[in-house]
């Protein structure tokens, strides 16, 4: 392919590039990188091709001729690490294109796409199993935090501000605006001023100096601020117009946005999104990427690189040849061979698949993850089948204890295997007795494997081994754990969430699900998802995993149940009336303890035998630990456990 100027990425002698724009030809084909617009490089281009077709004795281009040269062409533009497509969304036939002819230039890694906040654009990136190339990278909640808290800044008065380093913007928050009102009434002045005035101009990149958040607010409350004359107003009167702006900035903010904390996952994610946003984004959120995620997920999700479908055919991400070819560590990291595995095992099962994108979820989402807990691998798959409106969207989690870890611990290959597949029957029993009980669990968890190579210090190292994994639907909602605080100022919500919180609970502890690294109860940590109807009012919760039923199966009710007194305990400072809701969750509580125990008295057989088949030792089997369980909860009193959960949140 002829080029046109400089190779891609040349550099001055003062190390700036020499041009930031080029322009792709198809019909002919060829790279323009001369400086100038690019305009100018489609003129240059028509000369050169006419220039070549005098050599070889040919007339010029016709007038059409030479539009459509310019019309099989791609606008790309440079910056020192990338090179980025500017896609026409009408024309991703070319993008494409473009995209497939640079990457005989340079690394994919080091290609982008332009105008990804149009829904075409993403939409044809997604359907060849690219998300990883639109996602945002992946941030840990603490990191996510602390770069909300190192945003704030002054500009001449106090530090009431949250800016953004791309654009130069300042954003100004209500929360923000009330530490002002706390201000002296001459530097309250003052910092009125230097808000009005940052609001009617614009820096040297054309962005304003300052702006309100959201970014989504309603427009008439900045030209409210920008009307308030400072100068010409006493301070009372200032203070009443400030005042008024106050509340009408307040009134116009969506709820889940109105407590302003990064506890508050919804405001943590908007205000990162505020300050994290860059001119010419090549980046896209997770929203855009799923539609109805919850806001947990937020920039929880590494998206990776996969493969697409092409005419019924298999084509995995060709990035996976050049991270085997050259062992670049980073994109070894990058192209994850599980989900290569994944994608294989799910085309291999179902012929209708139009793509798949796969994505790894590298920490817990739980707010207060167990010390020291072990984990296997989690993703999520979004794969869209033929005749679907929308992609399906499936969690999977590898079993954190397969043959790979055992062989870890020093077992042989046979004792290994064994082991893994006790486990794998372990975990499916654990789930049919959570639901045996009343857990409401997802309706249907699918059981997986996949091969692949063990890597370790054991004399077995390179061998192939299995992976088992569970496969279940998305669960739409947010976790108990993760609902903002705002939500429990509506004495609705907080009555039915305490109801279900509280039936939640009693079959949680039944079962005595905890952490079996350290005991640790981990009801109300991540794996209750509320679910709500239209009105907003939650209908229902669903523990989307049964993980670490049956660890407590010795103790007593009354020795658990303390534990389960901190999910009233943490919300107490939230509810309007704290009794209430304390007793509404107590009073579910002891229902469906009861109802538990009534279950099993009524149909004591199917409880009893329901693992008879298995083995019952009393070394800590799963049978033997379901015979303990179900003693324990034949032999209570659900009036004195639920008393018990009374003084222990009372006290």
């Given at each position: 392919m002829k080029i046109l100027g400089d190779p891609l990425f040349a550099k001055n002698a003062?190390?700036?590039?020499?041009?930031?724009?080029?322009t792709l030809f198809f019909r002919t084909p060829g790279l323009v990188t001369q400086r100038g617009v690019h305009a100018m490089q489609r003129i240059a281009w028509t000369r050169e091709i006419n220039r070549l077709r005098k050599e070889a004795g040919q007339p010029e281009l016709t007038e059409v001729e030479a539009m459509a040269e310019w019309a099989d062409s791609a606008d790309l533009l440079f910056t020192e690490e990338y090179v980025l497509i500017r896609p026409d969304p009408k024309r991703m036939d070319l993008a494409l294109k473009a995209d497939e002819v640079l990457q005989t230039l340079v690394s994919k890694?080091?290609?982008?796409?332009?105008?990804?906040?149009?829904?075409?654009?993403?939409?044809?990136?997604?359907?060849?199993?690219?998300?990883?190339?639109?996602?945002?990278?992946?941030?840990?909640?603490?990191?996510?935090?602390?770069?909300?808290?190192?945003?704030?800044?002054?500009?001449?008065?106090?530090?009431?501000?949250?800016?953004?380093?791309?654009?130069?913007?300042?954003?100004?928050?209500?929360?923000?605006?009330?530490?002002?009102?706390?201000?002296?009434?001459d530097a309250f002045r003052d910092q009125v001023s230097e808000i009005v005035e940052g609001l009617s101009g614009h820096n040297r990149l054309g962005h304003p100096e300052i702006a309100l958040f959201p970014a989504s607010l309603d427009p008439a409350v900045a030209d409210?601020?920008?009307?308030?004359?400072?100068?010409?107003?006493?301070?009372?009167?200032?203070?009443?117009?400030?005042?008024?702006?106050?509340?009408?900035?307040?009134?116009a903010l969506p709820a889940n946005l109105r407590e302003e904390t990064t506890d508050n996952l919804d405001w943590r994610n908007e205000m990162n999104?505020?300050?994290?946003?860059?001119?010419?984004?090549?980046?896209?959120?997770?929203?855009?990427?799923?539609?109805?995620?919850?806001?947990?997920?937020?920039?929880?999700?590494?998206?990776?690189?996969?493969?697409?479908?092409?005419?019924?055919?298999?084509?995995?991400?060709?990035?996976?040849?050049?991270?085997?070819?050259?062992?670049?560590?980073?994109?070894?990291?990058?192209?994850?061979?599980?989900?290569?595995?994944?994608?294989?095992?799910?085309?291999?099962?179902?012929?209708?698949?139009?793509?798949?994108?796969?994505?790894?979820?590298?920490?817990?989402l739980a707010?207060?993850?167990?010390?020291?807990?072990?984990?296997?691998?989690?993703?999520?798959?979004?794969?869209?089948?033929?005749?679907?409106?929308?992609?399906?969207?499936?969690?999977i989690r590898f079993q954190k204890w397969g043959v790979a870890e055992h062989l870890d611990e020093g077992k042989d290959l046979l004792r290994a295997m064994l082991e893994s597949n006790e486990y794998a029957d372990y975990i499916l029993d654990r789930r049919l007795a959570c639901r045996q009980l009343g857990m409401n669990l997802p309706s249907r968890v699918r059981f997986g494997q996949v091969t692949e190579k063990y890597r370790g210090a054991n004399q077995y190292n390179g061998?192939?081994?299995?992976?088992?994994?569970?496969?279940?639907?998305?669960?739409?909602?947010?976790?108990?754990?993760?609902?903002?605080?705002?939500?429990?100022?509506?004495?609705?919500f907080a009555a039915a969430f305490a109801y279900l919180m509280g039936q939640a609970a009693a079959l949680d502890m039944v079962v005595g699900r905890a952490a079996t690294e350290t005991g640790e109860t981990v009801f109300d940590s991540n794996f209750e998802v509320v679910q709500c109807s239209p009105d907003g009012l939650p209908k229902s919760i669903q523990v989307t995993d049964h993980a670490g039923a049956f660890v407590?199966?010795?103790?007593?009710?009354?020795?658990?149940?303390?534990?389960?007194?901190?999910?009233?305990?943490?919300?107490?400072?939230?509810?309007?009336?704290?009794?209430?809701?304390?007793?509404?969750?107590?009073?579910?509580?002891?229902?469906?303890?009861?109802?538990?125990?009534?279950a099993y008295r009524d149909r004591r057989r199917a409880f009893d035998e329901l693992f008879l088949h298995r083995p019952l030792d009393e070394a800590g089997s799963g049978a033997y630990r379901w015979s303990r369980i179900l003693r324990r909860l034949d032999a209570c009193d659900p009036h004195a456990v639920a008393e018990a959960l009374k003084k222990a949140i009372q006290s």
């Open positions: 003062d190390g700036t590039l020499k041009s930031r724009i080029g890694r080091r290609i982008r796409f332009l105008n990804t906040s149009d829904a075409q654009v993403r939409d044809a990136l997604r359907a060849r199993g690219e998300n990883w190339r639109m996602a945002r990278a992946a941030q840990s909640p603490e990191e996510i935090a602390r770069a909300i808290d190192a945003s704030r800044v002054s500009i001449r008065h106090e530090r009431i501000y949250h800016y953004n380093g791309s654009t130069g913007t300042r954003w100004l928050t209500v929360g923000g605006l009330a530490e002002a009102a706390r201000l002296s009434d409210a601020f920008r009307a308030i004359d400072p100068a010409g107003m006493d301070d009372d009167a200032l203070c009443s117009a400030v005042g008024a702006v106050e509340t009408k900035w307040r009134l999104l505020t300050i994290s946003r860059v001119p010419n984004e090549t980046e896209v959120g997770d929203q855009d990427l799923i539609q109805g995620i919850s806001p947990e997920f937020y920039r929880q999700i590494e998206w990776l690189p996969g493969a697409r479908i092409e005419k019924g055919e298999l084509v995995f991400d060709p990035i996976y040849d050049e991270a085997l070819r050259t062992q670049d560590p980073e994109l070894l990291e990058l192209c994850d061979l599980r989900v290569r595995s994944i994608i294989f095992n799910l085309v291999r099962q179902v012929a209708s698949i139009e793509y798949v994108n796969v994505g790894r979820i590298a920490r817990s707010r207060h993850p167990v010390a020291g807990a072990r984990r296997g691998g989690v993703y999520i798959v979004q794969c869209k089948e033929a005749g679907e409106k929308e992609p399906h969207l499936t969690i061998t192939t081994v299995r992976a088992y994994f569970y496969m279940r639907d998305y669960v739409p909602g947010m976790a108990s754990d993760k609902v903002p605080p705002e939500r429990f100022r509506n004495p609705a407590k199966y010795t103790e007593s009710f009354e020795e658990l149940v303390p534990a389960y007194a901190r999910a009233v305990l943490r919300r107490e400072e939230f509810v309007e009336d704290f009794a209430t809701f304390a007793k509404t969750y107590v009073l579910a509580f002891e229902r469906a303890l009861g109802a538990a125990q009534s």
